[in-house]
């Protein structure tokens, strides 16, 4: 099986108070609590200005291409809360980059750490990938924490470009390679 054949295999699965799943275009709604937010989504994407240009952002970039995309909803309220995906998969070099987004009522919970810790042992478990990294702006202080108590160390500061403001900034890179990781 390749990586594709394993993602498809696991587009759904439970952690303790999370289930991961593909998106739905029937998330709009809650999508839209999440992306018109823009505190929710200060480090991700603009935040949405209306339900029709949510649906847009929902089809374009979590409906098109799903595999590695899930939505993080939660077991409790089963309300779609967030999303977890692997950004610039590398299939040959076999490593990935993580990036997540949570409403805002949810941080603070450890949510996003349980789904991180999760998607990182599926990451070497059954994808086989040999490295995932988190990348985030060095003001994002909440995702750092994500990393480190995922198990991630820091690996290095650097300068890029933002990719929705075209800005230089500055960013942290959190890595974890298969042999550091802890089962």
Known sequence: MNIWTKLAA?????????????????????????????????FIFPAQASLEECRYVLANYFLRNPLGIWAICDKQSEQ?????????????????ELGYFLHKDF???????????EITFLAFQEFQLKQ??????VE?????????????SLKRQ??????????????????????????
């Open 132 to 137: 995932v990294r988190i990348i985030t702006h």
């Open 158 to 183: 650097f300068k890029g470009s933002d990719r929705y403001t075209r800005k230089m900034r500055d960013y942290y890179e959190f890595c974890i390679d298969r042999g550091e990781w802890n089962e």
């Open 140 to 152: 994002n202080v909440a995702s750092q924490k994500v990393a480190l108590h995922a198990g991630y």
């Open 107 to 117: 941080w603070g919970k450890g949510l996003m750490t349980e789904a991180v810790k």
């Open 80 to 96: 779609m809360i967030g999303s977890i995906k692997f950004e610039k998969l590398d299939e040959i070099k076999r490593e990935a």
């Open 10 to 42: 696991f587009s759904f699965f439970e952690t303790e108070r999370l289930f991961l799943r593909p998106f739905l275009f029937s998330d709009a709604a809650d999508f839209y609590k999440i992306s018109s937010n823009p505190e929710n989504l200060s």
